[in-house]
């Protein structure tokens, strides 16, 4: 369905999260929903890091997917 996606090799566009499952939980609440999880280490979107060492680095890569178009 989606060529290139989902797949970690080069010139494929992948998201990684890297985190620690012994302290993994949601810290959003209803007035702050946008909280980082607590055990988020490394989040990789796209190939740019969006969050390092649990602070976000302010940089952006997602992308929208649209219906028939790909990449």
């Known amino acids: 369905m989606f060529r290139n996606r989902g797949v970690v090799r080069k010139g494929a566009w992948a998201d990684l999260a890297i985190f620690d499952p012994l302290r ?33 680095t302010g940089k952006r890569n997602g992308r929208i997917i649209r219906r028939g178009r790909q990449g």
Request: hydrophobic share 50%; proline share 3%; glycine share 12%.
């Open 24 to 56: 993994l939980r949601d810290r959003g609440t209803v007035f702050e929903p946008n909280r980082i999880a607590a055990g988020m280490v490394h989040v990789l979107v796209n190939g740019v890091v969006t969050l390092r060492d649990g602070a976000m």
